[in-house]
């Protein structure tokens, strides 16, 4: 048979130094009887596409994420005129109406010591911030017409503390008395007449604050 018998070898080398390959005399493939895998080079027959780039092909670079700033501890920044106005907000309806209330505060202090106009000039700052502001040539009499009649023992008791002798007489501790009462009751009628958001306004007014207000002086 073809496939079997002797195999021709010629164990002498030639002259040129190449070794002849004897099994392309041989009527089969003698690959197929060896165990030796063949390489597969990329492009050539047999081989898969591959979607990597070529090695010469730049790849494109991911920029980097810059870092958080956290310096300021994360809270974001309030602009001046917040602050601003925030301040003056907490002016208006903080210090306003505490003023007028240690304002008071002196008077009924003062007015406990003998001091009638005192209590007379309590009851003219809240009708000037309700907005009934007493005309500067009024005497005590007319204002007290003009406000409500529980305001007539005031204005009595003012007036002659005014008006009367600069001597302290027996009659002061009556006057602070009377004085009392009707800054009581003037002020009762004063809140039936206005509303609560009218008085309630009146407290942020400056009017009673303003220093440029003239008043009568006691005469000696």
């Known amino acids: 048979m073809p496939t079997q018998g002797w195999v021709r070898f010629d164990p002498t080398p030639r002259a040129d130094g190449a070794s002849p390959a004897y099994s392309e005399?041989?009527?089969f493939d003698v690959a197929a009887y060896l165990d030796v895998e063949v390489p597969v080079l990329p492009g050539g027959p047999g081989s898969t596409p591959t979607s990597e780039p070529p090695i010469d092909e730049p790849i494109e670079e991911i920029p980097p994420v810059p870092p958080l700033?956290?310096?300021?501890?994360g809270f974001p920044k309030v602009p001046a005129w917040v602050v601003i106005t925030a301040g003056g907000l907490l002016v208006v309806f903080g210090l306003l109406p505490a003023v007028k209330w240690v304002r008071r505060?002196?008077?009924l202090r003062a007015l406990s010591g003998g001091d009638v106009s005192a209590a007379w000039w309590e009851i003219v700052d809240r009708l000037s911030d309700l907005g009934e502001e007493p005309g500067p040539g009024a005497?005590?009499?007319e204002v007290a017409v003009a406000t409500d009649q529980a305001m007539a023992p005031l204005a009595r008791v003012y007036g002659e503390s005014i008006y009367g002798p600069s001597a302290e007489?027996?009659?002061d501790s009556g006057r602070v008395a009377?004085?009392?009462?009707?800054?009581e009751a003037?002020?009762?009628?004063?809140?039936?007449?206005?509303s609560w958001a009218h008085r309630a306004a009146s407290r942020y007014r400056l009017r009673s604050l303003n220093?440029?207000?003239?008043?009568p002086r006691k005469r000696g």
């Open 69 to 73: 700033d956290t310096s300021d501890g």
């Open 105 to 107: 505060r002196h008077r």
């Open 25 to 27: 005399d041989l009527p």
């Open 169 to 171: 007489s027996p009659a």
């Open 186 to 194: 003037t002020e009762e009628k004063l809140a039936a007449r206005f």
């Open 211 to 215: 220093p440029r207000r003239r008043r």
């Open 178 to 183: 009377v004085a009392t009462r009707s800054l």
């Open 139 to 141: 005497t005590p009499k």
